[in-house]
Nanobody
């Protein structure tokens, strides 16, 4: 079966750093775009960062310059390096893998999420 497992969340002070990891199994990883989303209580889910199968990246304006997304196809993993964290970064962070297929259109897989709390 397909599985995405996030790790690396936790409690950090404002200005600190965390590195999130997403380990994938059950998919041909190289063909998927990998995305980090986040959702805070009472707010809608938002895209944080994306890296395509070709290595192109994009970021939400709120994290640009502070966060870096990367992938290691050999390890079938994606990462999110988060620096200079702010209280407003507090959320559950979700790993997503998606691909567009000829017959079914876009297919999405989701991880269970990992909590990031930025507080003094």
């Amino acid at each position: 079966q397909v599985q995405l497992v996030e790790s690396g969340g936790g409690l950090v002070q404002p200005g600190g750093s965390l590195r999130l990891s997403c380990a994938a199994s059950g998919i041909i990883f190289d063909n998927f775009a990998m995305v980090w989303y986040r959702q805070a209580p009472g707010k809608e889910r938002e895209l944080v960062a994306e890296i395509t199968s070709g290595g192109s990246t994009r970021y939400a304006d709120s994290v640009k310059g502070r966060f870096t997304i990367s992938r290691d196809n050999g390890k079938k993993s994606a990462y999110l390096q988060m620096n200079r964290l702010k209280p407003e970064d507090t959320a559950v962070y979700y790993c997503n893998a998606h691909i567009t297929t000829i017959l079914s259109g876009q297919i999405d897989y989701w991880g269970q999420g990992t909590q990031v709390t930025v507080s003094s």
